[in-house]
């Protein structure tokens, strides 16, 4: 079908440009050519698509943890106020459309006996463009 197409296309411009001079003829043909190139090609990916980058932190200690996240602003500073997520012991949860970039993680858990806090682990971690990242605490 394709083809056909195409091929009545460049029937209809040898025979609508006799009379016209050779430079004229190349330039209609070309507009023409782009014309049904545009229409024979598939649809490609949208432009404006957003990427979506995930960060999950599955827990399978005894009990409730609380993670913080700071995103890296340049060679040597992160951000003062981290994000901040709650898992439940055996669960999982996930920050979703993270902005692609370093992080620096703490996941801390609350020491019920004198309310302070336990720091269970501690790291930084690169995160890219549509990149699906999981981490495991087991403690």
């Known amino acids: 079908m394709k083809v056909t197409a195409l091929l009545c296309c460049c029937m209809c411009i040898t025979t609508s440009l006799h009379s016209q001079d050779l430079t004229s ?3 209609e043909g070309a507009k023409t050519l782009t014309d049904v190139v545009k ?9 404006n698509e ?3 980058t995930d960060v999950s932190f599955k827990n399978k200690s005894a ?7 700071f995103r890296k602003k340049n060679d040597t500073t ?3 106020t981290p994000m901040k997520l709650t898992v439940a ?4 949860e996930s920050f979703i459309d993270v902005t ?12 019920a006996s004198n309310s302070t806090v336990e720091v269970l682990k501690e790291g930084e971690f690169r995160v890219g ?11």
């Open 25 to 27: 003829k190349i330039i």
């Open 39 to 47: 229409i024979i090609k598939p649809a490609t990916a949208v432009a």
């Open 50 to 52: 957003v990427p979506s």
């Open 63 to 69: 009990t409730a943890i609380e993670v913080q996240l």
């Open 78 to 80: 992160y951000v003062i």
């Open 89 to 92: 012991n055996d669960g999982t």
């Open 100 to 111: 692609p970039g370093i992080y620096k993680y703490k996941i801390v858990k609350k020491v």
């Open 129 to 139: 463009m549509n990149e699906k990242k999981m981490i495991l605490v087991e403690k």
